[in-house]
């Protein structure tokens, strides 16, 4: 029986990449918001320690509506405007970054129109519904095979929550060479959650109906679930980047009871 403790040292091109790291983020609102602002402060971080950085491109196609407003980071202002050039306007304008609005969905017929394919580094899906993370596996899956390239796709955080609890979980596309160690027990690859989770994830009823106002909103997601599974995730992003390895590839949270379960590399 091997007692050695189980990690997952990081692609080489996330810790020192010869352009800034690409980021396919989807979802713009209660945990994309959030995420979004992490993410820029944790690319200025970044830029400051000598690294190239992020670059970003927020992927949403709905609007800002009055239920938005108050729990998700948006202003009276930006009623109507679309969720993710509002979010990436004023991010930019902040950090001085140049990263990119997607006014679309992250969809195979979609992204096929695009130069990149849809192609990153890394990707943080920030989704309301089972169907869409098992759209976004389906496009990962075929897009993580092929020749090395600098926009190579990696790594696969997802975050999601109900009203008082949630759960980051970050994947590997494809595998991940990793050095030999005599100290860890090395693992290349972090399944996905829709491969680890499968049959809970079919088995998940959702109630994705819009709210009609903010009080509604609250009914269904407690006002601070976005915020700490942001920055949780965010932490773990951090560590990844930062360290050059982790023991953990998220955790479950249940905020209520102010309970987290970290997720082992196994």
């Not at 989704?127 to 098992?134: I, L, M, N, P």
């Not at 979980?169 to 693992?187: A, C, F, M, N, W």
């Not at 709210?211 to 560590?239: H, P, R, T, V, Y």
Request: aromatic residues 8%; glycine residues 6%.
């Amino acid at each position: 029986m091997n007692t050695q403790t189980a990690i997952h040292i990081t692609d080489n091109y996330l810790i020192n990449p010869t352009n800034p790291v690409t980021v396919n983020m989807i979802g713009a609102g209660g945990t994309g918001s959030q995420m979004l602002t992490a993410l820029a402060r944790m690319n200025h971080a970044l830029i400051a320690l000598g690294h190239a950085g992020l670059q970003l491109n927020l992927y949403d196609d709905d609007r800002v509506s009055e239920a938005n407003l108050g729990r998700q980071l948006f202003a009276d202002a930006e009623l109507g405007l679309y969720k993710s050039a509002a979010l990436i306007n004023r991010v930019n304008r902040f950090f001085g970054t140049n990263w990119k609005a997607v006014i679309q969905t992250f969809e195979p017929e979609q992204l096929q129109r695009m130069p990149d394919k849809g192609k990153a580094n890394l990707y943080i899906s920030c989704v309301d519904t089972v169907a869409s993370r098992f759209e976004i596996a389906k496009v990962l899956g075929d897009l993580g095979y092929g020749r090395y390239e600098r926009n190579k796709p990696l790594y696969w955080m997802d975050m999601g929550n109900a009203r008082h609890t949630g759960q980051v979980i970050l994947s590997t596309i494809s595998e991940i060479k990793q050095p030999e160690s005599k100290l860890y027990r090395t693992v290349p690859v972090l399944p996905m959650i829709t491969e680890e989770y499968k049959e809970l994830l079919e088995a998940e009823t959702e109630n994705n109906e819009p709210s009609c106002s903010l009080a509604e909103a609250l009914e269904k997601q407690d006002l601070f679930i976005n915020s700490a599974i942001a920055n949780l995730g965010a932490s773990l992003l951090w560590q990844l980047f930062r360290e050059g390895m982790i023991e953990n590839r998220g955790f479950f949270l249940n905020l209520k009871d102010f309970r987290t379960l970290p997720l082992k590399v196994t």
